[in-house]
C-alpha cells in the first residue's frame, strides 16, 4: 500500500518556524477535535522550542499544555521533539533527568517521541531510546540529522539508521532541519534506507531553500512513508511544505493521503487569524521570502537572522558575507558537525569572533568543549595542530560523555526546595532542572495568582 501519511506540525515547528514559537494554547483550543478528525498519523505539538517559550515568553506551563491538548485529542498521536541527552536543553543532562523527563512525557500526554543528537552520535540517544521502550507504551522514533558536506555521504547516513534501528527505534526520520535535501538525493537516500531498514521512514524538510515540496515528492515516489508538514498560514518558506497542497498534489494517485482538503478550510482559516493576532501582539518580524543559498552555506534559517543582528549590534553587519563564507571554514576545522542546536550557535559564533578580531584569536568555551568531546563524536577529523591549539595536551573524550554526569534531580529537588518550592512537583523539578533561570520566574508568577 502506498498510502503517504501526514504528521502536522502547525501546533510546534510550523510556529516555531515562522512566529518564533509564540503560538499559544488559548489559541490552538478551537481546532484541536477538528484536527482530530483529520486523520493524522500524528499531531507535532511539544517539544523543540514550545517547553522553553511556553514559560519564557507566554506565562505557561508547558507540562498543563499538553495535558490540555490530550483531552481534547483523543485518536490521533501526540508527538515531540527530543534533542537526545540534551533533552530540550543547550547542555548534556545525567541519565536520571532523561528517564524521569521521558516517563513524565508519556504520562502527561505523549505517545511519539522524536528523538536526535546534533552530532548523529548514537551513543547521545542511548538513554532516551531506551527510556522510551522501557515505558512499553510510546513509540520511539530515531532521527537522523541531515547535513551536506564532503564527508556526508548515503553510506554514513545509512549506517547511523542501522545503528538506530539496532538500538530498538519503532521508526526512523530523516531530519532536515535547513531544507538542504534536495529531491534526486531524497530519492536515493530513501531507496538506499529502504534496503537495509525495516522499521517506516519519515521525512521531515524545511522549505528555507525552496526545495521542500520537490523534495517530498520524490521522496514519496522512493517511497517514504510520512512526511510532516505544516497547515499554510505556519508553513513554507522557513516552515514545512503546506498540509493542503501536499494534501491536494497526491490526491487520485496511488500515494492519496486518504485526507479530505475540505476539513482543512476551517482549520486554515482559524490559523490565519492567528497568525495575524501574534504578528500583532509580538511585532514578529516573520521570514518573507526562501533563501536558496542557505544550502550553500548550510545554515539553518533562522540563524542566518540572528547572525545578522548579532553582527549588527556590534556595528558589523557590513561584514556578514565574511562571516558567511568563514562558516564553512570553521565547520571543517570542527569536524563537520551537522548545523542544529547547539552546534550551529557555537559555530556561528565562532566564525563571527574569526572575522572580527583574527583567526582563532578568541576561542570559546563550546570550541573546546567540541573538540575535547564533551558534546560526542564529531562525524569528521580534528586536525591535531587545531586540537592542540584548543585544548593543549588534554585527554579527548572517548567514550559516552553523560557517563560523566552525576545524578543531578536530587539537587535540583533540594535547590528547588531552598528557592521557597518544598512540595514541588516532579514535572516542576524537571522544568527547574532544565531551565532554572526562566523556570523560577515563572513558578513565583504562577503561584501567586
Not at 510510546?138 to 545503528?163: C, D, N, R
Not at 526512523?172 to 530519492?187: E, F, N, R, T, V
Not at 521570514?287 to 545554515?299: E, L
Not at 565574511?322 to 552546534?343: C, S
Amino acid at each position: 500500500m502506498a498510502r503517504v501519511k501526514i504528521t502536522e506540525t502547525v501546533l510546534r515547528d510550523g510556529h516555531q518556524s515562522i512566529a518564533a514559537t509564540r503560538m499559544r494554547l488559548r489559541q490552538m483550543l478551537p481546532v484541536l477535535e477538528a484536527m482530530d478528525e483529520v486523520g493524522y498519523n500524528a499531531l507535532e505539538c511539544w517539544g523543540g522550542a514550545t517547553f522553553d517559550s511556553c514559560m519564557r515568553f507566554l506565562d505557561e506551563d508547558p507540562w498543563e499544555r499538553l495535558r490540555t491538548i490530550k483531552k481534547h485529542v483523543k485518536k490521533t498521536p501526540l508527538q515531540m521533539l527530543f534533542r537526545g541527552q540534551n533533552i530540550l536543553g543547550y547542555r548534556h543532562y545525567a541519565d536520571d533527568v532523561v528517564y524521569e523527563f521521558v516517563n513524565r512525557a508519556v504520562d502527561n500526554g505523549i505517545d511519539i517521541i522524536r528523538v536526535f543528537d546534533a552530532l548523529n552520535d548514537p551513543r547521545n540517544l542511548e538513554a532516551s531510546i531506551k527510556a522510551a521502550k522501557d515505558t512499553k507504551s510510546v513509540h520511539v522514533q530515531g532521527a537522523l540529522v541531515y547535513t551536506i558536506s564532503p564527508i556526508h555521504t548515503m553510506e554514513s547516513f545509512t549506517k547511523v539508521a542501522k545503528e538506530l534501528q539496532d538500538m530498538g527505534v519503532d521508526s526512523i526520520c530523516i531530519k532536515d532541519m535547513s531544507g538542504l535535501l534536495s529531491p534526486y538525493d531524497a530519492y536515493n537516500l530513501i531507496r538506499m534506507l529502504k534496503k537495509h531498514l525495516s522499521v517506516p521512514i519519515e521525512l521531515h524538510t524545511h522549505c528555507t531553500c525552496g526545495l521542500g515540496e520537490m523534495t517530498y515528492m520524490k521522496a514519496i515516489e522512493a517511497g517514504v512513508d510520512i512526511i510532516d508538514t505544516a497547515l499554510s498560514p505556519f508553513g513554507e518558506i522557513t516552515s514545512q511544505p503546506a498540509t493542503e497542497s501536499m494534501v491536494m498534489s497526491l490526491q487520485h494517485s496511488i500515494y492519496d493521503t486518504d485526507i479530505d482538503v475540505d476539513r482543512l478550510w476551517p482549520i486554515v482559516d482559524h490559523f490565519k487569524n492567528v497568525r495575524k493576532e501574534l504578528e500583532d501582539e509580538f511585532k514578529l518580524t516573520m521570514p518573507s521570502q526562501i533563501n536558496p543559498a542557505v544550502r550553500k552555506y548550510q545554515i539553518p534559517g533562522g540563524m542566518l537572522t540572528n547572525l545578522y543582528n548579532q553582527l549588527k549590534a556590534q556595528g558589523a553587519e557590513d561584514r556578514f558575507d565574511e562571516v558567511l563564507a568563514e562558516m564553512p571554514n570553521v565547520r571543517r576545522d570542527l569536524g563537520y558537525p551537522p548545523l542544529v542546536t547547539p552546534t550551529s550557535q557555537i559555530t556561528g559564533s565562532a566564525a563571527a569572533l574569526n572575522v572580527l578580531y583574527g583567526r582563532y584569536k578568541i576561542v570559546t568555551n563550546e570550541v573546546r568543549d567540541i573538540v575535547r568531546g564533551k558534546y560526542g563524536r564529531v562525524p569528521g577529523k580534528i586536525d591535531e595542530k587545531f586540537r592542540k591549539m584548543c585544548i593543549g595536551d588534554e585527554p579527548v573524550i572517548t567514550h559516552r560523555p553523560a557517563d560523566d554526569l552525576e545524578p543531578e534531580l536530587e539537587k535540583s529537588k533540594k535547590a528547588l526546595a531552598d528557592e521557597g518550592f518544598p512540595n514541588a512537583s516532579p514535572e516542576d523539578v524537571l522544568s527547574y532542572t532544565l531551565f532554572p533561570e526562566v523556570a523560577l520566574p515563572f513558578f513565583r508568577k504562577r503561584d501567586n495568582k
